[in-house]
């Protein structure tokens, strides 16, 4: 069964540009979760939607948009790129929303990411 | 609020030593896992391990180990005898179960070098 897909694998914009960068779910999977790795840091979450409804937001300017698909496959678009939009963007997929109590995470899955160059 | 705390910013050994690298976490969540990540210059995230917070058994695989301390708030990961593959950088993560979502709290990483 394939991963976590992520398109397209390297995006190069300048400033000023809007950016859609996309992700396709484990088949079954109905939560896309993304996040943002600037170089030298740790990723930071940004969105996580399920079953096409927005379920959690990070700390990021509303530049940052989302919107899932009834396929569960996942747009983030940003406008107005700033140079210090340049990152790692990485997706992550779950089966359900949230997880549980005692032994029942909700287990995701990374893809390889896009990395966005801002010039 | 939750947060993930990786003092160690970089690390060189030379191959065959042991290395620890530590994580401190903070939550209000009683409820919570814990992770490891590797990710080697091409960028993907390799999970390693996810420990829930109510079981403290430390665990083993292979060369690995992880030591979590609820006492401490840490959950420590070692590597024994390193290998030049083990190069790259690690993430200790948090994921509180009381979250609306399923949000992973990352820490900044700890880059590992290890030298032959």
């Known amino acids: 069964d394939a991963g976590v897909t992520q398109s397209p694998t390297h995006l190069i914009k300048t400033r000023g540009q809007h950016v859609t960068l996309r992700c396709s779910p484990i088949?079954?999977?109905?939560?896309v979760s993304w996040y943002q790795q600037v170089l030298g840091q740790g990723p930071q979450f940004i969105f996580q939607?399920?079953?096409?409804?927005?379920?959690g937001r990070g700390n990021f300017p509303d530049r940052f948009s989302a919107r899932q698909f009834p396929n569960y496959s996942s747009e983030l678009n940003v406008n107005a790129l700033l140079l210090g939009d340049s990152a790692l963007y990485l997706c992550?997929?779950?089966?359900?929303?949230?997880?549980?109590?005692?032994?029942?995470?909700?287990?995701?899955?990374f893809g390889p990411g896009t990395r966005l160059t801002v010039l | 609020a939750q947060k993930v705390t990786q003092a160690q910013t970089e690390i060189s050994v030379v191959e065959k030593e042991d290395v620890t690298l530590d994580c401190v976490y903070e939550?209000?969540?009683?409820?919570?896992?814990l992770f490891w990540y590797k990710q080697p210059p091409s960028g993907e995230l390799v999970f390693l391990i996810r420990?829930?917070?109510?079981?403290?058994q430390n665990e083993i695989s292979g060369r690995y180990s992880w030591n979590f301390q609820k006492s401490t708030s840490s959950f420590n990961f070692t590597i024994t005898a390193s290998q030049v593959v083990d190069s790259a950088v690690y993430f200790c993560?948090?994921?509180?179960?009381?979250?609306?979502?399923?949000?992973?709290?990352f820490g900044g990483g700890t880059r590992l070098m290890v030298k032959p």
């Open positions: 939550t209000r969540d009683t409820t919570y896992y």
């Open positions: 993560a948090l994921s509180e179960a009381g979250n609306a979502g399923n949000m992973l709290t």
């Open positions: 088949s079954g999977h109905k939560s």
């Open positions: 992550a997929s779950s089966f359900r929303g949230t997880s549980g109590p005692r032994s029942s995470y909700n287990e995701q899955f």
């Open positions: 939607y399920y079953e096409k409804e927005e379920r």
């Open positions: 420990r829930n917070s109510f079981d403290e």
